[in-house]
C-alpha cells in the first residue's frame, strides 16, 4: 500500500521560505517518478516540480529559480524548497508519484498525499 504524507505548509510572509516534505512508504523514492503539484482555489492542479528516478528535474516556469526539488533516499522522503515566496505561491501542495510521462506531460499520477497548505501574505 502507498502512502504519501506531506508536511511542512504553513503561513509565511512574502520574500519567506518553506521546506515542504513528502515521506513515502510502499514504494522506493529512488526508484520512482516523483512530483509536487500545487492546486489554488479556482484555479487548475499544476505541477510545480518533478524529480525522476534518474535524479532528472523539471520545473513549472512560475517556480524556476526559487523551488527545488530534491530526495533523500536513506528516509525514503522528497523535499520541496521554496525560497522567495509570492502571494500567488498560495495553494495546496500535494506530493504525487507515477510514470514521469504521466507527471510531467500528461498532470496525473498513480498515487497523490493528501496535501499541506502553503499561505503566502504581502
Known amino acids: 500500500q502507498v502512502q504519501l504524507v506531506e508536511s511542512g505548509g504553513g503561513s509565511v510572509q512574502a520574500g519567506g521560505s518553506l521546506r515542504l516534505s513528502c515521506a513515502a512508504s510502499g514504494i522506493i523514492i529512488s526508484k520512482n517518478s516523483m512530483g509536487w503539484y500545487r492546486q489554488a482555489p479556482g484555479k487548475q492542479r499544476e505541477l510545480v516540480a518533478g524529480?525522476?528516478?534518474?535524479?532528472?528535474?523539471n520545473y513549472a516556469d512560475s517556480v524556476k529559480g526559487r523551488f527545488t526539488i530534491s530526495r533523500d533516499n536513506a528516509k525514503n522522503t522528497v523535499h520541496l524548497q521554496i525560497n522567495r515566496l509570492k502571494p500567488e505561491d498560495t495553494a495546496v501542495y500535494y506530493c504525487?508519484?507515477?510514470?514521469?510521462?504521466?507527471?510531467?506531460?500528461?498532470?496525473?499520477?498513480?498515487?497523490w498525499g493528501q496535501g499541506t497548505q502553503v499561505t503566502v501574505s504581502s
Open positions: 504525487a508519484t507515477g510514470s514521469w510521462r504521466s507527471l510531467v506531460v500528461a498532470g496525473t499520477a498513480d498515487y
Open positions: 524529480i525522476s528516478s534518474a535524479g532528472f528535474t
